[in-house]
């Protein structure tokens, strides 16, 4: 069945809409026929998504009380239709060295990334479940290579790998489609809060060159990487596969594709050692 049957007369429910990939997705969604939930954080500017002609529905993904209150609304919107999809894209990012981490930065990265993945597809699967349809979730490279410095983003789409597939294999005998997603570096805002993370608190540590190095490596790969576009597609792909692989990389670069397809095979010690030498040294 080709996308546009598809997509016609399917509604989407797509988080983290107002920049990035959400917002890419909500556009290239628009464009194809699919009509367009936009999840927006309170006190976010949502004057893009608003340009796509996606609906606006604020959320705060680790926020109960505003979960129920988003899917009542989409609920009432659809009047009775059924909600196809739902691409889970809210996400953030924090750095910092394991021995240093901010604690607190850590578990509300943890209930974004991971708890609101989670509360988010257990608040909106009845309405999923209804229309036999997809679920599509945002993980990251990051979760196949753990990036020094990055510890608790990377153990966070680690963890998006692992629930994805179970999800996957509890609603599968439903009729229920899981995907992940897995990006490379993408152009996105992302990298704009990355440039501007404080390094202030490695100062004269063990650290402070490494974190230094790593944050000016990162943000130059990001602003280099691929369009958001070209995630927004794979995700397209997701929802209107007749039958959506579990997961779809997706890599501008072929050396990379390569490197990640042949990851598994190469022993952790070599690529420690690699890691080291771009790193540290």
């Not at 997603?181 to 805002?189: K, N």
Request: charged share 25%; with cysteine.
């Amino acid at each position: 069945m080709s996308e546009e049957c598809h997509s016609k007369s399917r509604s989407v429910f797509v988080t983290g809409a107002t920049s990035g990939i959400g917002l890419a997705t909500a556009n290239l969604l628009r464009d194809t026929g699919f009509r367009i939930f936009g999840g927006v954080e309170p006190g976010e500017s949502a004057d893009a998504l608003a340009a796509t002609g996606a609906e606006l529905v604020s959320l705060d993904v680790t926020d109960p009380s505003s979960l129920k209150a988003a899917c009542r609304e989409v609920g009432m919107l659809l009047r009775g239709a059924p909600l196809w999809g739902l691409v889970n894209c809210a996400g953030v990012v924090a750095a910092g060295p394991i021995e240093m981490h901010d604690m607190d930065e850590a578990r509300h990265l943890f209930d974004v990334n991971v708890l609101g993945v989670l509360a988010t597809s257990q608040v909106f699967l009845p309405l999923i479940r209804e229309a036999r349809g997809r679920i599509v979730n945002i993980s990251s490279l990051s979760g196949l290579l753990a990036v020094p410095f990055l510890g608790p983003y990377n153990a966070s789409k680690a963890a998006i790998e692992a629930l994805s597939d179970t999800m996957r294999r509890e609603l599968r005998p439903l009729g229920v489609g899981v995907v992940a997603i897995q990006p490379g570096a993408t152009r996105t805002p992302m990298w704009d809060k990355a440039e501007a993370i404080d390094l202030a608190p490695y100062r004269g540590s063990a650290y402070e060159a490494a974190v230094g190095r790593v944050k000016r490596k990162a943000v130059r790969k990001g602003r280099k990487g691929q369009p958001p576009q070209r995630v927004a597609e794979a995700i397209l792909h997701a929802l209107t596969a007749a039958r959506p692989p579990s997961r779809i990389r997706v890599q501008r670069r072929r050396a990379s594709r390569l490197f990640y397809s042949l990851l598994p095979l190469i022993p952790d010690r070599m690529i420690d050692r690699k890691v080291e030498e771009i790193v540290w040294k």
